[in-house]
C-alpha cells in the first residue's frame, strides 16, 4: 500500500499549504493516523470493540493509543442512539480514548444517572493524560460531581480534587 505522506500531512495539519512549514509532534502524528486507516477502520474498530468479542480489547488498546477524535465522536453517537447497557460502554469507550472532544459531554453524562458514573471517569482520564487543563469549566464539572445523588460519582470528584491539589502542591 502506498501511502500520499503529502496528502495527509495536509489533511492532519502538519503542512500549511500556503507556507510551506512543516510541523510535527504526537497530536499531528494520531490524526496522521487517523487518515491512513480511514472512517471505515475506525467505525469497525469501535463496533468491535463495543461488542466485547475476541480481540476487543486489542481493539479498545488500538483506539486508546490512537486517541481518535473521530472513534470519540462515534461513539458519542452510539452513546446517544443507546440506552442501558450499550450506552454505558460507550461512554466506557469514550473514557478508554481521552480524547479532548469529550470534555464538552461530560456534563451531559454527570446528568444521565445511567452513564455518570463512566462519565466522572471521562474527566479523570483527561486530567490524568494531561489532554485538558484544569480551569473554572473543570471546576464546575467538579462541584457538580462532588454534589452527585451517586456516591461513587461522589467518591471518584473527591479522589480527583485529591489528586489534583497533590499536583498543585509540586508547582
Given at each position: 500500500?502506498?501511502?500520499?505522506?503529502?496528502?495527509?500531512?495536509?489533511?492532519a495539519?502538519?503542512?500549511?499549504?500556503?507556507?510551506?512549514?512543516?510541523?510535527?509532534?504526537?497530536?499531528?502524528?494520531?490524526?496522521?493516523?487517523?487518515?491512513?486507516?480511514?472512517?471505515?477502520?475506525?467505525?469497525?474498530?469501535?463496533?468491535?470493540?463495543?461488542?466485547?468479542?475476541?480481540?476487543?480489547?486489542?481493539?479498545?488498546?488500538?483506539?486508546?493509543?490512537l486517541?481518535?477524535?473521530?472513534?470519540?465522536?462515534?461513539a458519542?453517537?452510539?452513546?446517544?442512539?443507546?440506552?442501558?447497557?450499550?450506552?454505558?460502554?460507550?461512554?466506557?469507550?469514550?473514557?478508554?480514548?481521552?480524547?479532548?472532544?469529550?470534555?464538552?459531554?461530560?456534563?451531559?453524562?454527570?446528568?444521565?444517572?445511567?452513564?455518570?458514573?463512566?462519565?466522572i471517569?471521562v474527566?479523570?482520564?483527561?486530567l490524568?493524560?494531561?489532554?485538558?487543563?484544569?480551569?473554572?469549566?473543570?471546576?464546575?464539572?467538579?462541584?457538580?460531581?462532588?454534589?452527585?445523588?451517586?456516591?461513587?460519582?461522589?467518591?471518584?470528584?473527591?479522589?480527583?480534587?485529591?489528586?489534583?491539589?497533590?499536583?498543585?502542591?509540586?508547582?
Amino acid at each position: 500500500m502506498k501511502t500520499d505522506w503529502l496528502k495527509i500531512a495536509i489533511k492532519a495539519g502538519s503542512i500549511d499549504p500556503k507556507t510551506n512549514i512543516e510541523i510535527g509532534g504526537k497530536d499531528v502524528a494520531q490524526k496522521a493516523l487517523e487518515e491512513a486507516l480511514g472512517n471505515d477502520w475506525i467505525r469497525e474498530t469501535v463496533k468491535h470493540a463495543l461488542a466485547f468479542k475476541k480481540g476487543s480489547e486489542l481493539a479498545m488498546n488500538c483506539l486508546r493509543l490512537l486517541c481518535s477524535e473521530k472513534a470519540t465522536i462515534y461513539a458519542y453517537q452510539i452513546y446517544q442512539s443507546e440506552q442501558g447497557q450499550k450506552a454505558i460502554d460507550a461512554v466506557w469507550l469514550i473514557q478508554h480514548i481521552s480524547n479532548s472532544v469529550s470534555l464538552k459531554w461530560i456534563e451531559e453524562f454527570l446528568n444521565d444517572e445511567n452513564v455518570s458514573v463512566c462519565g466522572i471517569g471521562v474527566l479523570d482520564q483527561l486530567l490524568y493524560n494531561e489532554k485538558i487543563s484544569y480551569d473554572e469549566f473543570v471546576e464546575n464539572l467538579l462541584h457538580k460531581a462532588e454534589c452527585h445523588a451517586i456516591e461513587n460519582v461522589r467518591e471518584q470528584a473527591e479522589f480527583m480534587r485529591r489528586y489534583l491539589k497533590k499536583g498543585s502542591d509540586f508547582l
